[in-house]
């Protein structure tokens, strides 16, 4: 009877060629590999869904190819052996004296040696580095919009993992499920654009914002100066100064922050669409009490009423596309657009809200047609501040370059901003005063509940004054 050594023999004896070798060497350093990264993916409770893609689809893509391989080098081998009539009618028998097996061994050992040096130095800053904004952001061309957002925003130090993957165990895997259908979407070229808003698969905001800040400190009142430059040829700046109600935390919460997250608060409601604009439907508990404020004909489907938390209003918390006319009151109030040449704004406003065909046609014909209208209509403004219109015209470019992303599809106002009412419906999705309770009562739309309109659009407002603020250009 044969025994399994007699049965190992021929198997060793035809491994011994360059395909079965190489896939030991694929083998070996695949495991080794993935052995290197396997702590880290499990110590990090954020890791980034590449590090997964890595370690739970390419490597062992990688190391099942290379076990392929061996049989396939052995088959080959005896194949060729056979056609040659080189078959040897006796193998060596498998033990420390079978100088095909020691070469084996010799080989495992040497590879494998190689292998630990060589994934060692694959050290941990470049697992790392697979975390930072820089690789979520850059890297992957997809993200670039949200990047180029982010780096300008109040979080541009927050990694993207800190809101994106989720925590614990079972955030880790399905980022990792998440992130291998993005790369497969990537490859394929059939990923949606825009990207559509992710609320459903965000952390919760208690393991986000919350980390870093307190929701007992409800922050008071705060004031507001939204400068604003007019479509006139001085670009008149006016200011429309707000003192808004944030309001306090503890028992006695009030104001925007208290009334929807205060103690004793629970706020649910259901959303009609994907993107969470139309909300005929919320439940509001307050004291022990609940009341349901419904729109006319409201139908909501009890399984998907969703708790209230911060990236209800600040949804764009990080990455903040700008409407037009904000960005280059922005950009006018540091200068970097000069608001002393004439009719800055009103050209600004049409050259950028033009439709290009592509960023790259945007990045010549938005410089050229506002340095062109200083040169045509007024030669000697032109003549004498050709520095200051080529810089500006710079400027203009970057708001658009910041904001509008022709091949992701992304054009100014694709990402709603609920923080407000004016540009979006935002606050007012249920603040309109048709959500109403059985007995009639309504989401108010009281002005001064939110905020004192303290100054609405004026040129020097007298509490800025007062407050000893200069109405220069604000923010
Ligand atoms: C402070 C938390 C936070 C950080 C940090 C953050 N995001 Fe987001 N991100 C969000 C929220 C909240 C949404 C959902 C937006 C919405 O619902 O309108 C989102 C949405 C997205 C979307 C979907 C498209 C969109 O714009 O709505 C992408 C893509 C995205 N983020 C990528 C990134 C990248 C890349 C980074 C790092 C450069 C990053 N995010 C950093 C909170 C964050
Ligand atoms: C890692 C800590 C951290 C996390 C997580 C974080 N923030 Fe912040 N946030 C900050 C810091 C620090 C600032 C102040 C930045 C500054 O003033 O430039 C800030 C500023 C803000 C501001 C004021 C922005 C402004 O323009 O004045 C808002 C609003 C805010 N965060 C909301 C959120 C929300 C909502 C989330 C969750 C989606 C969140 N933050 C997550 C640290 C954090
Ligand atoms: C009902 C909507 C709403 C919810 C929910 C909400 N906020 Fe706010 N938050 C606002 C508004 C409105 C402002 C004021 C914006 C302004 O001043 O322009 C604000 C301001 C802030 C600021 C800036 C305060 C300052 O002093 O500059 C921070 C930080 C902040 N919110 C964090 C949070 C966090 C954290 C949560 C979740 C625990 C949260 N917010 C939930 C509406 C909300
Ligand atoms: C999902 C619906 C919803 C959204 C969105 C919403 N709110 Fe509310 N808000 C409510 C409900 C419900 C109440 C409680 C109404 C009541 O008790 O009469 C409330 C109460 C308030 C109050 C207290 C009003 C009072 O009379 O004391 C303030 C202030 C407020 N909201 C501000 C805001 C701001 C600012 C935003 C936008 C950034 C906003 N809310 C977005 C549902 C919402
Ligand atoms: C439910 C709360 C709420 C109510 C009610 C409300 N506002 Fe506001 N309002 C806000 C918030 C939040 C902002 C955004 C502040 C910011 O830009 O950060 C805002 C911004 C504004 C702005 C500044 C717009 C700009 O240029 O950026 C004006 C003006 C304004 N509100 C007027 C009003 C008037 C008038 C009413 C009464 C009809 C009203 N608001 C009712 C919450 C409210």
Redesign the pocket.
């Known amino acids: 009877m044969r025994t399994f050594r007699d049965w190992l023999s021929p198997i060793v004896f035809f491994s011994n060629n360059l395909i079965s070798l190489a896939g030991v060497v694929v083998v070996t350093a695949a495991a080794v590999t993935w052995l290197v990264f396997l702590p880290i993916t499990l110590r990090s409770g954020s890791v980034h869904p590449y590090v997964g893609i890595v370690v739970y689809l390419l490597l062992p893509g990688i190391f099942i190819g290379g076990l392929l391989l061996i049989p396939l080098g052995i088959y080959l081998r005896r194949r060729g052996m056979r056609k040659r009539g080189e078959l040897p009618a006796h193998f060596e028998p498998i033990d420390p004296r079978n100088p095909e097996l020691r070469k084996l061994f010799g080989f495992i050992a040497v590879t494998t040696f190689l292998n630990i040096v060589i994934a060692s130095q694959l050290s941990y800053s470049s697992v790392r580095y697979m975390e930072t904004p820089n690789f979520c952001g850059a890297t992957c061309h997809v993200m670039k919009p949200e990047f180029a957002a982010y780096e300008v925003s109040a979080h541009s130090k927050v990694e993207c993992v800190g809101c994106h993957v989720g925590p614990g165990a079972s955030g880790f895997m399905r980022a990792k499920a998440n992130g291998v259908r993005q790369v497969v979407h990537i490859v394929l070229n059939t990923y949606p654009r825009p990207i559509p808003e992710p609320l459903e698969r965000l952390r919760p905001?208690t393991e986000t914002?919350?980390s870093c800040?307190a929701?007992r400190r409800f922050?008071g009142d705060?004031m507001?100066d939204l400068a604003s430059y007019g479509t006139d040829e001085q670009n008149t700046l006016t200011h429309t100064v707000l003192m808004?109600h944030?309001g306090t935390g503890g028992p006695h919460s009030s104001g925007?922050?208290g009334a929807?997250?205060g103690e004793g608060v629970t706020l649910r409601y259901y959303a009609s669409d994907d993107v969470r604009q139309n909300i005929p439907y919320v439940e509001y508990t307050s004291g022990g009490k609940m009341t349901v404020f419904a729109a006319p004909g409201a139908k909501p489907d009890p399984t998907k009423l969703r708790a209230?938390?911060?990236i209800?209003?600040?949804n764009r918390p990080a990455h903040t596309f700008q409407l037009p006319e904000r960005a280059i009151d922005r950009a006018m109030s540091f200068g970097d657009i000069s608001p002393t040449l004439p009719f800055a704004k009103k050209q600004g406003l049409e050259i950028v809200k033009q439709t290009y065909a592509t960023g790259q046609e945007a990045g010549a014909k938005i410089p050229a047609a506002f340095e062109g209208y200083y040169r045509k209509t007024y030669p000697e403004i032109y003549a004498q501040r050709r520095d200051e219109v080529a810089s500006s015209a710079k400027a203009l470019l970057s708001i658009y370059q910041h904001n509008v992303f022709p091949e992701m599809k992304i054009t100014w106002g694709t990402y709603p901003n609920n923080?407000g009412h004016t540009d979006f419906n935002g606050c007012f999705r249920c603040h309109d005063e048709q959500h109403a309770s059985s007995d009639g009562k309504t989401i108010t739309q009281d002005c001064s509940a939110c905020h004192n309109v303290v100054a609405s659009d004026e040129k020097n407002p007298k509490a800025l004054v007062d407050l000893g603020l200069s109405p220069g250009a604000g923010k």
Do not use: N, P
Request: glycine share 0%.
């Open positions: 905001a914002c919350e800040h929701r922050f705060r507001r808004m944030l925007v922050h929807h997250l209230m938390q911060c209800d209003c600040h923080l």
